[in-house]
């Protein structure tokens, strides 16, 4: 059987598309885990959480922070997502 006969059981083209999106997702919208390992960096150099710059403009920005904690906050099409560091896991809502 030859490569294109069985395109009617996986499609190469949709899978292409599903990549390109997701590749310009990466690249146009922030990601709480590199925000999240930013201020992990930040915080080995500084001692705290407290300042730092993230980046993220108006999509993602740093709630608040302390020298021991932080909370990023996401919010895209599907809604606000926060982020409680260090260690934590992306969950929905607002920072508290």
Do not use: K
């Given at each position: ?36 390992l ?59």
């Amino acid at each position: 059987m030859a490569f294109g006969d069985c395109g009617h059981l996986w499609h190469p083209e949709r899978a292409v598309a599903a990549a390109q999106t997701a590749v310009a997702r990466a690249l146009t919208q922030p990601s709480l885990a590199d925000a999240a390992l930013s201020l992990e960096r930040y915080h080995a150099l500084a001692g705290t959480y407290a300042d730092a710059d993230v980046g993220g403009g108006w999509t993602l920005r740093l709630r608040w922070a302390n020298d021991t904690a932080y909370c990023l906050e996401w919010v895209d099409a599907d809604g606000p997502r926060h982020l409680v560091g260090p260690g934590g896991s992306p969950a929905i809502g607002f920072c508290s």
